[in-house]
């Protein structure tokens, strides 16, 4: 079964940078559709980005310019690189794999523990 641990979230300040990781198991990683979510304190889970087995990307508006996601096929394993850290980043982050392209909708039902941004002076 499909397995996801995230790691690297913290306290940071408005206008800093963190860098998220995602390693995954119990799947094709190679040829998936991979993406990252948060869901802020409140709200639904919603789709931040997204990057295809090609390495295309695509964004969500509000962090267009400021997140950059990133895949390392050898080591099963995703990245967002979140710069210019806005308040409204926080939450909780969690990646999961896409059956497509042009989905939002995760292609797993199960999710991994997830990893805390706040964005905070």
């Known amino acids: 079964q499909a397995q996801f641990v995230e790691s690297g979230g913290a306290l940071v300040e408005p206008g800093g940078s963190q860098r998220l990781s995602c390693v995954t198991s119990g799947f094709v990683f190679s040829q998936s559709v991979m993406a990252w979510y948060r869901q802020a304190p409140g709200k639904q889970r919603e789709l931040v980005a997204k990057i295809g087995a090609s390495g295309v990307q695509d964004y969500q508006d509000s962090v267009k310019g400021r997140f950059t996601i990133s895949r390392d096929n050898a080591k099963n394993a995703v990245y967002l690189q979140m710069s210019s850290l806005k308040p409204e980043d926080t939450g909780v982050y969690y990646c999961?794999?896409?059956?497509?392209?042009?989905?939002?909708?995760?292609?797993?039902?199960?999710w991994g523990q997830g990893t805390q941004v706040t964005v905070d002076s």
């Open positions: 999961n794999a896409l059956w497509s392209y042009v989905d939002a909708a995760p292609r797993f039902h199960t």
